[in-house]
């Protein structure tokens, strides 16, 4: 059985902070206003990104 | 300041799992990253889809308020998706930061909206050719020759 070794494994259905090249999760939280103050504390060039539900197919309306 | 005239991305990873054997499993999206900026105000980076399915650019309205844009004074659009869920979205001007080079193009904003999305009208039509590499998982934007402002 191969395992995933992708960054966002562990932050299904959360917001998180990428570093820039997106390889790593800084910060995770339940919504962008708290993700927020978590990266302006961090300093560094953050990309955020939501991790949707590993469930559900990718299909961009779903709120 | 020169630039290439092709803007490259490698896809997102994201994760499914599959329903029957729970194994979890990769997805390569056509994320790429992104700021917007309203007057002098940006927002963080964040990364936003590339979906030749949508017809404009939709974005989260935390994004827009990041940049200083007080969203419901826009014109209110009504914007419908998959199952024919109904949204309502507000319309600003505003500027789209990829890398280094600003383009002055429309958004919706929505507070019903999560994924960051950009459409045919506002960000495909900014290009000569938006081309999804779909072999190595790269998406490839190419520059009009008449270029767009650089900060």
Do not use: C
């Not at chain 1, 206003?33 to 060039?45: C, F, H, I, S, V």
């Not at chain 2, 329903?19 to 900026?37: R, V």
């Not at chain 2, 940049?67 to 009504?78: F, L, P, R, S, W």
């Amino acid at each position: 059985m191969r395992k995933i070794s992708n960054p966002l494994i562990n932050y299904e259905n959360k917001w998180v902070a990428l570093s820039s090249d997106r390889k790593k999760v800084l910060a995770a939280a339940d919504s962008v206003k708290q993700l927020e103050k978590k990266a302006r504390k961090l300093k560094k060039k953050v990309v955020f990104t939501w991790v949707p539900p590993f469930d559900r197919v990718l299909a961009p309306y779903v709120v | 300041m020169s630039y290439s005239k092709i803007l490259s991305y490698d896809y997102l990873k994201l994760l499914g799992r599959d329903s029957q054997t729970k194994q979890a499993f990769e997805i390569f999206a056509p994320f790429i990253p992104i700021k917007i900026s309203f007057k002098n105000k940006s927002s963080f980076e964040f990364n936003a889809m590339v979906d030749s399915g949508a017809s404009r650019n939709l974005f989260p309205a935390v994004f827009g308020e990041q940049a200083g844009i007080n969203i419901q004074k826009g014109k209110q659009v009504k914007l419908l998706g998959i199952g024919d869920k109904e949204i309502i979205g507000y319309s600003h001007k505003i500027n789209i930061h990829l890398n280094r080079i600003a383009f002055e193009t429309e958004a919706d904003f929505s507070f019903e909206q999560r994924f960051p999305l950009l459409g045919r009208s506002g960000f495909f039509n900014l290009f000569r050719k938006v081309i999804f590499d779909e072999t190595f998982h790269q998406l490839q934007l190419v520059l009009k020759s008449i270029g767009p402002k650089i900060n």
